[in-house]
């Protein structure tokens, strides 16, 4: 019966093109014995009545009750759900996290880098004012700006990460996330910087492109309008301090816990075993709850290591290898895959 199920699904669920799927066991992932995914079946309830095939209906429910202990919760992710591999490895694993910035939501002699709301006129799919012109003023003055910060490398960064927490001069946390891009590519700064000489690609990380971009102001900004695209920010509405900025979900994600990846090749909201090489090798569950402009490819995800400047410092360096799996309902995977 499960076969002729998943011959069925197979008509509708299958690999995208030009990625090949395998179906593995959980004795062939490196480390899956030692991590504990009572943190990862948390982060994946935030997100699980938002799956939209109804084979993940029953498995939402019976999660509720499965992280009683790191054995249960494992036990619940063994019985109901295989290690799909989607793509070729290696992957490519880099970090993003949360900025807490200093701002105002009026503009002051200190405060005078603004961040904007998303335009009326802005359609997705068409392209707007790039980078450099909007930062040169092409829409200005007509109120939408939400906050204005002190450091215009931290706005280009604020972009990057795509949420943040502003605390503004009374003490107040504002925070902010995504409303939208201006519809232009996105382009890597540290492959310009590495194109032109200015670092090797191994000295290339967040704190490098900060560092050089103060030092020598003038080319500093000019290479970070490189990058044409923008991003558009909205007010979103009070979160508890301990919760997660809003991922592309809708929802909180969850440090250490949640992943941005490619959702043509790993759905959102599915659980994902990363096996991440590197100088801090991660063995670890988490959860597609996130997408961005750079993240293509079904070996490809962003690592959400948390809010605050330790967060930062970790994610900045990260751009390791090794590989990805995300983990679907049986009958899922094995339509992913029929003769797997």
């Not at 382009?187 to 704190?207: C, F, I, L, N």
């Not at 590197?278 to 993240?295: E, K, S």
Request: hydrophobic share 40%; net charge neutral; proline share 8%.
């Amino acid at each position: 019966m499960r076969i002729l199920l998943a011959a069925l699904l197979a008509l509708f669920m299958t690999a995208p093109e030009g990625a090949r799927a395998q179906v593995l066991t959980f004795e062939e992932l490196d480390g899956w014995a030692e991590d504990d995914p009572r943190d990862a079946l948390t982060a994946f309830l935030e997100t699980c009545d938002l799956l939209k095939d109804p084979l993940w209906a029953p498995l939402c429910k019976l999660a509720r009750d499965a992280g009683a202990s790191p054995e249960s919760a494992r036990a619940y992710f063994e019985m109901f759900y295989r290690p799909v591999l989607i793509g070729n490895p290696p992957a490519l694993f880099t970090g993003y996290y949360e900025p807490v910035l200093d701002g105002s939501t009026t503009r002051t002699s200190r405060y005078r880098y603004p961040i904007y709301a998303r335009p009326p006129e802005l359609r997705d799919g068409t392209a707007f004012f790039s980078r450099a012109q909007i930062e040169g003023g092409a829409i200005s003055g007509r109120g939408l700006e939400i906050a204005w910060l002190d450091d215009p490398v931290e706005v280009f960064f604020l972009h990057i990460q795509g949420s943040g927490r502003i605390r503004l001069p009374d003490g107040r946390m504002m925070r902010v996330g995504y409303a939208g891009k201006n519809g232009h590519a996105y382009r890597s700064v540290g492959k310009e910087m590495v194109r032109q000489g200015t670092h090797t690609p191994d000295q290339v990380s967040a704190q490098s492109i900060r560092s050089w971009v103060r030092s020598n102001p003038g080319p500093g900004h000019a290479m970070l309008d490189h990058n044409p695209s923008y991003v558009f920010f909205r007010r979103l509405p009070d979160l508890a301090a301990h919760k997660g900025p809003i991922g592309a979900m809708g929802r909180s994600i969850t440090g250490m816990r949640s992943l941005a990846v490619d959702p043509r090749f790993n759905p959102l909201g599915a659980p994902i075993w990363i096996e991440k090489d590197g100088r801090n090798p991660l063995r670890r569950l988490m959860v597609a709850q996130d997408t961005g402009g750079a993240i293509k490819g079904a070996q490809r995800a962003d690592i959400f290591f948390g809010t605050g400047d330790a967060a930062g410092d970790a994610a900045g360096t990260v751009k390791d290898g090794g590989r990805m799996l995300v983990l679907l309902p049986i009958d899922l995977a094995y339509a992913m895959n029929p003769e797997g």
